[in-house]
């Protein structure tokens, strides 16, 4: 199912269209005073309560769509329109639901408004997020084909032209066609004109017109070409969407045409065409679409007039399109015969040209790199790698490799031994300058963590020193290791810096092992914290939330001014991380809160606005929320009884000592997919994701519950075969209860977290009470 919600100052419009179709069918009005008034009296009381406040957003019209096939009686249609306006907040306000059946898709249209009866206006943010999060919930109970994750990409339904109509109700059927195709076509592209327009929405049989009157103020009509040559009356722009008038339109084609990144992306496509037409002796002008795409990523449309090939259109990944000519002269096909003009040559690749020598160098580069990074054993650095090997070490990565394909499928199968030959001679030059390369950026890395160390040391970061060794902590959350007065890579000798600290001695006890990932967060980290990272360089992560657990023997030694400054950052990059994992759970502002409190987080009111705390950070640590999201949060009714519900959840999950970063880490895992270590946690380990119930369950219908019954048959013993099905009754345990098969197939399995739930709060799950 499909939901589109557009807001907008007027009712009327929306009402008539609504209406206006022919069989149209009133399921029923929510919040009326009687279900027989009609819908002419209906619009009168939706238009007064709109008005009793000037916003401009005061009334919505939603939308929701079924797929094509699937069936719905009036009666669930009506039910879940209801469920939907509920969850959405709409639940009070007088609306209308109407059912239309001028489509081969069922939908229904919902028109409300958001002002309610005192004049005060329902908060609508994040109702995108809310609106998925309800359609999803809706899907499931009511068994309908879920909607796409992704944008679409497939070509617009063309098929889905409007049957051929004569007489006063011609337009009716053409409107919601245009609308869908014109929509869609500003919302894919980045139209900069009329024309662009006019050419983009031809292949769907619709036509534009446009009129400047004297004061300049342009005009739009469109006309759709409905079938055997008949064509509609055209119809104003205003009248199919109040956007695709020709004054709106105009706003956004300045916009585009004006904007500083246009000549940036013109210029980058020239180049990458250009490189195009180096590479290749002959083009034959049907194979460019696939050549563009495999070569360079581009997607190119031929221009065809009665199977005459006129030139070509490129729809950039900018979301500009660009004709050939528009681009450059010299790039059109009729000027450039001397690729495009050999008839019937098949495409073949220039073996003498600059640019293959260039791709042959290229390929051998990647296949090198990617034999290190694929290697099973890979030990040293990527230099080390390379002196080391020969090109008969990296014949698989070539024939892997898409590149190497790509060229050997252009080049003439005369020359094929030639180009084979010549990725062999080429080898030797590539690892000398690959390796001298790679060496220098080796030297710049080690040299900016030696810096980086002085820095932090300077600042006193963290409470380490010689004394005991204890700066080897500090050296090996760095990647780094000190030996005989330098200071060189963790997993290889060949660089060094010359650091005079004398016989530093070993504290007790060391990490046995520390991810190159959350190395590289370490380092962005104590960049920030020493003011050393730049705007421009990489983002901090939510794994940036997790180094304390990773590097506890460091962290535990943090200065208390830093450590909170450490916190402030670390919550902030894990708030943004959360909140897109939360969206589609998301249902309203309390759900927000829920998921939050269900992972150890919880809010409170601040000077600056909502700010949020944990119980994985110290009670001085917190993030203050955007305003748009403390308006979110702020439209709760009795906010600050919400607020004060927080604490038997946050309470309960700290005395059951789960405020450890495991558990969160545990949850992360989950949230990632990464269900097999997750499994892992939970029995071998009894590490319990702190995870909301809803999301809890969702993953154990999606394969965690499989990966546990999995790991469970693999062991061999008894006694572990009971560890791992105690991890799975304890998920089931979380999510208040299991079905009688579960039951059964765990039953005898009890474990402490189960034991002291039960006997505490026996009724309490990981939400909120509601």
Same mark, same amino acid.
């Given at each position: 199912m499909i939901a589109k919600i557009i807001y907008g100052q007027t009712c009327t419009g929306t009402l008539n269209y609504v209406l206006g179709k022919e069989g149209v069918q009133v399921l029923g009005y929510g919040n009326t005073f009687s279900q027989s008034i009609s819908p002419k009296f209906f619009g009168s009381v939706l238009y007064f309560q709109g008005q009793r406040n000037a916003t401009k957003n005061r009334y919505a019209h939603i939308c929701l769509n079924l797929p094509h096939g699937e069936h719905l009686d009036d009666r669930t249609f009506y039910k879940i329109s209801e469920e939907y306006m509920e969850n959405m907040g709409f639940g009070h306000q007088p609306y209308i639901v109407v059912r239309h059946k001028d489509t081969k898709h069922e939908h229904v249209h919902i028109v409300t408004t958001i002002v309610k009866e005192d004049g005060k206006v329902l908060p609508i943010y994040n109702s995108h997020r809310r609106s998925m999060a309800t359609r999803q919930q809706l899907e499931k109970k009511y068994c309908l084909t879920p909607a796409p994750t992704m944008r679409r990409k497939e070509q617009l339904p063309i098929h889905r032209l409007p049957k051929l109509k004569v007489g006063a109700d011609a337009n009716q059927g053409t409107r919601y066609y245009l609308r869908d195709v014109l @929509?869609?076509? @500003?919302?894919? #592209? =980045?139209?900069?004109?009329?024309? !662009? *327009?006019?050419?983009?929405?031809?292949? #769907? &049989?619709? !036509?534009?017109?446009?009129?400047? @009157? =004297? +004061?300049g103020r342009i005009g739009v009509k469109y006309g759709l070409d409905n079938q055997k040559g008949y064509r509609t009356s055209f119809i104003n722009g205003s009248e199919v969407h109040r956007n695709l008038s020709g004054p709106k339109l105009q706003k956004v084609f300045d916009i585009h045409s004006k904007s500083k990144l246009l000549p940036i992306h013109r210029k980058r496509l020239l180049k990458q065409i250009g490189t195009t037409y180096d590479l290749f002796q002959t083009i034959h002008p049907y194979d460019l679409e696939e050549v563009a795409k495999e070569y360079q990523n581009i997607d190119i449309k031929l221009d065809k007039n009665e199977n005459l090939i006129e030139g070509y259109t490129v729809y950039d990944k900018s979301m500009y399109v660009f004709r050939a000519r528009e681009l450059s002269q010299k790039i059109r096909m009729q000027n450039r015969l001397d690729i495009f003009g050999n008839g019937n040559e098949p495409t073949q690749i220039d073996t003498e040209s600059k640019q293959f020598k260039l791709e042959v160098q290229k390929t051998i580069r990647e296949a090198l790199t990617t034999s #290190? *990074?694929?290697?099973?054993? %890979?030990?040293?650095?990527? +230099?080390? &790698?390379?002196?080391? %090997?020969?090109?008969?070490?990296?014949?698989?990565?070539?024939n892997t490799s898409e590149k190497f394909r790509f060229l050997e499928s252009y080049v003439p199968e005369t020359k094929k031994g030639k180009f084979r030959k010549s990725l062999h001679d080429t080898f030797t030059l590539v690892r000398a300058r690959l390796y001298e390369l790679e060496t220098k950026k080796e030297k710049a890395a080690l040299q900016n963590k030696f810096n980086l160390i002085g820095k932090v040391l300077k600042n006193k970061i963290f409470n380490v020193g010689t004394e005991q060794g204890s700066v080897r902590l500090l050296f090996q959350a760095l990647g780094v290791k000190y030996h005989n007065d330098r200071l060189s890579f963790t997993n290889s000798n060949k660089h060094a810096v010359p650091v005079k600290l004398g016989k530093l001695s070993f504290p007790k006890e060391m990490e046995n092992y520390v991810s190159s990932g959350f190395v590289r967060q370490n380092h962005l980290m104590l960049e920030m914290l020493s003011e050393q990272s730049s705007e421009r360089g990489p983002k901090l992560t939510a794994a940036g939330m997790f180094l304390p657990m990773i590097f506890p023997k460091l962290y535990k030694r943090m200065n208390p001014e830093y450590k909170t400054r450490y916190e402030n950052l670390a919550l902030s990059a894990y708030i943004k991380h959360a909140e897109r994992r939360h969206a589609p759970f998301e249902k309203s502002a309390k759900d927000y809160i829920a998921l939050f409190n269900a992972k150890g987080f919880y809010f409170v009111k601040g000077e600056e606005g909502l700010r949020v705390k944990s119980i994985y950070t110290g009670n001085e640590s917190s993030h203050t929320l955007s305003r748009r999201t403390s308006l979110y949060l702020s439209s709760i009714p009795n906010l600050t009884e919400t607020l004060k519900e927080q604490q038997?959840?946050?309470? @309960?999950?700290?005395?059951?000592?789960?405020? %450890?970063?495991?558990?969160?880490?545990?949850g992360h895992l989950i949230e990632r997919g990464v269900y097999d270590k997750v499994a892992f946690m939970l029995t071998a380990e009894k590490v319990y994701p702190n995870l909301h119930r809803e999301m809890v369950q969702h993953h154990m219908d999606n394969g965690l519950r499989q990966s546990i019954i999995i790991a469970s048959e693999r062991q061999s013993s008894i006694q572990q075969n009971q560890v791992l099905r105690k991890g799975a009754y304890a998920i089931s345990s979380i999510l208040g209860g299991s079905s009688t098969n579960t039951e059964e197939m765990y039953n005898g399995f009890k474990d402490e977290f189960t034991d002291f739930a039960k006997n505490k709060r026996k009724s309490r799950g990981m939400g909120l009470p509601w």
């Amino acid at each position: 199912m499909i939901a589109k919600i557009i807001y907008g100052q007027t009712c009327t419009g929306t009402l008539n269209y609504v209406l206006g179709k022919e069989g149209v069918q009133v399921l029923g009005y929510g919040n009326t005073f009687s279900q027989s008034i009609s819908p002419k009296f209906f619009g009168s009381v939706l238009y007064f309560q709109g008005q009793r406040n000037a916003t401009k957003n005061r009334y919505a019209h939603i939308c929701l769509n079924l797929p094509h096939g699937e069936h719905l009686d009036d009666r669930t249609f009506y039910k879940i329109s209801e469920e939907y306006m509920e969850n959405m907040g709409f639940g009070h306000q007088p609306y209308i639901v109407v059912r239309h059946k001028d489509t081969k898709h069922e939908h229904v249209h919902i028109v409300t408004t958001i002002v309610k009866e005192d004049g005060k206006v329902l908060p609508i943010y994040n109702s995108h997020r809310r609106s998925m999060a309800t359609r999803q919930q809706l899907e499931k109970k009511y068994c309908l084909t879920p909607a796409p994750t992704m944008r679409r990409k497939e070509q617009l339904p063309i098929h889905r032209l409007p049957k051929l109509k004569v007489g006063a109700d011609a337009n009716q059927g053409t409107r919601y066609y245009l609308r869908d195709v014109l @929509n869609t076509i @500003n919302q894919r #592209y =980045k139209v900069c004109s009329f024309e !662009e *327009l006019a050419r983009l929405v031809k292949p #769907y &049989h619709i !036509e534009v017109k446009t009129r400047e @009157n =004297k +004061s300049g103020r342009i005009g739009v009509k469109y006309g759709l070409d409905n079938q055997k040559g008949y064509r509609t009356s055209f119809i104003n722009g205003s009248e199919v969407h109040r956007n695709l008038s020709g004054p709106k339109l105009q706003k956004v084609f300045d916009i585009h045409s004006k904007s500083k990144l246009l000549p940036i992306h013109r210029k980058r496509l020239l180049k990458q065409i250009g490189t195009t037409y180096d590479l290749f002796q002959t083009i034959h002008p049907y194979d460019l679409e696939e050549v563009a795409k495999e070569y360079q990523n581009i997607d190119i449309k031929l221009d065809k007039n009665e199977n005459l090939i006129e030139g070509y259109t490129v729809y950039d990944k900018s979301m500009y399109v660009f004709r050939a000519r528009e681009l450059s002269q010299k790039i059109r096909m009729q000027n450039r015969l001397d690729i495009f003009g050999n008839g019937n040559e098949p495409t073949q690749i220039d073996t003498e040209s600059k640019q293959f020598k260039l791709e042959v160098q290229k390929t051998i580069r990647e296949a090198l790199t990617t034999s #290190y *990074l694929q290697s099973p054993k %890979r030990g040293g650095l990527l +230099s080390e &790698h390379i002196a080391t %090997r020969n090109f008969g070490d990296i014949v698989p990565n070539l024939n892997t490799s898409e590149k190497f394909r790509f060229l050997e499928s252009y080049v003439p199968e005369t020359k094929k031994g030639k180009f084979r030959k010549s990725l062999h001679d080429t080898f030797t030059l590539v690892r000398a300058r690959l390796y001298e390369l790679e060496t220098k950026k080796e030297k710049a890395a080690l040299q900016n963590k030696f810096n980086l160390i002085g820095k932090v040391l300077k600042n006193k970061i963290f409470n380490v020193g010689t004394e005991q060794g204890s700066v080897r902590l500090l050296f090996q959350a760095l990647g780094v290791k000190y030996h005989n007065d330098r200071l060189s890579f963790t997993n290889s000798n060949k660089h060094a810096v010359p650091v005079k600290l004398g016989k530093l001695s070993f504290p007790k006890e060391m990490e046995n092992y520390v991810s190159s990932g959350f190395v590289r967060q370490n380092h962005l980290m104590l960049e920030m914290l020493s003011e050393q990272s730049s705007e421009r360089g990489p983002k901090l992560t939510a794994a940036g939330m997790f180094l304390p657990m990773i590097f506890p023997k460091l962290y535990k030694r943090m200065n208390p001014e830093y450590k909170t400054r450490y916190e402030n950052l670390a919550l902030s990059a894990y708030i943004k991380h959360a909140e897109r994992r939360h969206a589609p759970f998301e249902k309203s502002a309390k759900d927000y809160i829920a998921l939050f409190n269900a992972k150890g987080f919880y809010f409170v009111k601040g000077e600056e606005g909502l700010r949020v705390k944990s119980i994985y950070t110290g009670n001085e640590s917190s993030h203050t929320l955007s305003r748009r999201t403390s308006l979110y949060l702020s439209s709760i009714p009795n906010l600050t009884e919400t607020l004060k519900e927080q604490q038997p959840v946050i309470n @309960n999950l700290v005395e059951d000592r789960r405020n %450890r970063l495991e558990n969160l880490w545990s949850g992360h895992l989950i949230e990632r997919g990464v269900y097999d270590k997750v499994a892992f946690m939970l029995t071998a380990e009894k590490v319990y994701p702190n995870l909301h119930r809803e999301m809890v369950q969702h993953h154990m219908d999606n394969g965690l519950r499989q990966s546990i019954i999995i790991a469970s048959e693999r062991q061999s013993s008894i006694q572990q075969n009971q560890v791992l099905r105690k991890g799975a009754y304890a998920i089931s345990s979380i999510l208040g209860g299991s079905s009688t098969n579960t039951e059964e197939m765990y039953n005898g399995f009890k474990d402490e977290f189960t034991d002291f739930a039960k006997n505490k709060r026996k009724s309490r799950g990981m939400g909120l009470p509601w």
